[in-house]
């Protein structure tokens, strides 16, 4: 991974896209990191007598909201450069090395964030006694060496945090990293299994809750706060943060997207849309222009891809969808990313066989590899693709040779070995076996056994864990309704459509599917209320919609 962005990309940066060159840059100390000009005008007040080191401490505050670590890390040290005796430079450089929602801490950090840790406690008592308290309370973090289990570290520095935001009410940075800190203790899993939220969510909540109305443009509390609600039953809370944080237009790309977190959530597909082309040019930018490598872009700038291509599947954009799977399935390959493996690959990898079926491009779907051995659920789901185009071209016989292929794979202990928090790969394959196997068991009239096989598919999506983009990519209803409705089970079907769309507000699949058993119930005002509902729903779709794409 590289450290810091070469001299000369750096003036370039600056020079080129929301970036200003220092007065002080052609003077003695020379900061080794880019200054950017356009990540808002957030300011924490450090202790130091150098304005420009303050200006790079505010920056790399913003790059710790927006998650770009290493970022920050080369920013804090240009604080450290700047002014030597400034304690705040060396508490960035510890924090940032710490563990966060998305990334435990690795053992390669635990030095890093030990060293600038003890550097901070030298230089804290030349700075004031709310960057001491932060200092402090960051000690409660870390130890010299690497731990197995770090919780109690973690729910340590969260308490000890709680303490600062108490001492020092009118800080919002003290509460918001609070919150962060807090969250940390259970990342992603902030709502019980009935979707109540935990006791740490609900001071999560409050506290970021009352950042926002001190400080309504706070990168950081918008960014967790859409983070802590996402998952939660009403997710439309955070519809405040996420029109904020994208009014904000910062040049933080993960900040950027974050907003589309919860536009999916809400059905504002082509808000969604907008904000990670947006987000994925400012960190493409970004990447190429300072050469960055590491987590950041092997994580965060295809996760911008992944989120964009779901959000185009459902806004009925198959064309896009195919061009953004097929980009996003390149990147494994790409130097950008240095030796630093794509955190999401298993995810990627079967993109465009999925896109295909979805929008029922059986013609090209044919034309497209056939995975190896080596990747077993890309190879299942390959089968699963094939089958349901075999299930369209009316040849039931051969859709079951798909799924004894499936079943074949599925005994082997390759794909179980697949499971890891990024990915249950057995429970998507179980979706997508049960899936084929109901649309081939209808395909061969047997209409009971089908729903049954399709129902089952809606109970094991349910099974999954929240994730987002989800991890399996059609919801399950949209195909059980497409049968019932195929079944003339109107009513049926449409329970099963307002079912979605309680889950997946204003999508167009299923507003479609609700029209139509609406129609076939001759519930015509109904069904014309909701009709002009998909309307808008498919306005910028790249095409009609059909029943056998379900």
């Known amino acids: 991974m590289r450290t810091h962005c070469p001299s000369l990309v750096a003036l370039a940066l600056l020079a080129v896209h929301g970036g200003v060159v220092p007065e002080s840059l052609g003077r003695s100390p020379r900061p080794s990191a880019p200054l950017f000009d356009n990540l808002g005008r957030h300011h924490h007040p450090i202790t130091t007598r150098s304005p420009l080191a303050q200006r790079y401490f505010n920056q790399g505050m913003v790059l710790l909201y927006g998650f770009n670590h290493a970022e920050a890390i080369r920013s804090f040290q240009a604080v450290a450069e700047l002014d030597p005796a400034c304690a705040m430079a060396h508490w960035g450089i510890a924090y940032a090395h710490g563990p966060n929602i998305n990334r435990p801490m690795e053992p390669g950090d635990v030095p890093q964030a030990w060293n600038a840790l003890q550097k901070a406690q030298e230089l804290a008592p030349q700075a004031g006694p709310r960057e001491q308290a932060y200092i402090a309370a960051l000690a409660e973090r870390y130890r010299p060496e690497p731990l197995e289990d770090r919780s109690a570290l973690d729910l340590a520095y969260a308490d000890a945090m709680r303490e600062v935001m108490r001492r020092f009410p009118d800080d919002t940075d003290a509460a918001a990293l609070f919150a962060e800190a807090l969250m940390d203790t259970m990342p992603w899993d902030y709502w019980q299994p009935d979707r109540r939220p935990k006791p740490a969510t609900i001071e999560v909540i409050a506290v970021l809750r009352n950042v926002l109305r001190r400080d309504p443009d706070h990168p ?288 167009g699949w299923s507003l479609f599917g609700l029209q139509e058993s609406l129609r076939r119930q001759r519930r015509i005002e109904a069904a014309d209320a909701v009709g002009r509902e998909f309307a808008r729903s498919w306005e910028q779709a790249q095409g009609p919609l059909r029943f056998e794409w379900y």
């Not at 990447?287 to 960055?292: F, G, L, S």
């Not at 699963?384 to 185009?389: R, V």
């Not at 074949?408 to 249950?424: F, N, V």
């Open 220 to 507: 950081g509390a918008h960014h967790f706060f859409i983070h802590a609600v996402e998952a939660g039953p009403t997710p439309e809370d955070a519809l405040p943060s996420a029109d904020r944080l994208r009014a904000l237009r910062l040049g933080a790309g993960h900040l950027v997207h974050m907003p589309s977190h919860i536009y999916i959530r809400t059905g504002r597909y082509a808000d969604a849309i907008a904000v990670n082309a947006e987000a994925t040019k400012i960190d493409q930018r970004y990447i190429d222009q300072c050469r960055a490598q590491g987590f950041y872009p092997a994580t965060y700038y295809p996760h911008n891809l992944h989120f964009l291509w779901f959000a185009q599947t459902m806004a009925g954009r198959g064309q896009d969808a195919e061009k953004t799977a097929r980009r996003i399935e390149v990147l494994e390959a790409d130097v950008r990313c240095g030796p630093f493996p794509l955190m999401e690959a298993p995810r990627f990898r079967h993109l465009t066989i999925l896109t295909l079926a979805r929008f029922g491009r059986w013609d090209a779907l044919v034309r497209e590899p056939r995975p190896g051995e080596d990747n077993p659920l890309d190879l299942a789901l390959w089968h699963f693709a094939h089958g349901l185009a075999a299930v369209a071209g009316q040849r039931a016989e051969v859709a079951g040779r798909h799924l004894a292929e499936m079943n074949r794979i599925d005994a082997s202990p390759a794909l179980k070995a697949m499971d890891s928090p990024i990915l249950p790969a057995t429970q998507v394959f179980g979706i997508a076996r049960a899936i084929l196997s109901g649309k081939a068991a209808l395909a061969r009239g047997e209409t009971g056994r089908g729903l049954d096989h399709l129902r089952r598919a809606v109970e094991l999506e349910d099974e999954l864990p929240y994730m987002e983009p989800p991890f399996w990519h059609a919801p399950a209803r949209q195909t059980l309704g497409a049968a019932l409705l195929d079944a003339d089970f109107s009513a049926d079907a449409e329970a099963v459509f307002r079912a979605d769309l309680d889950r997946n507000p204003r999508n």
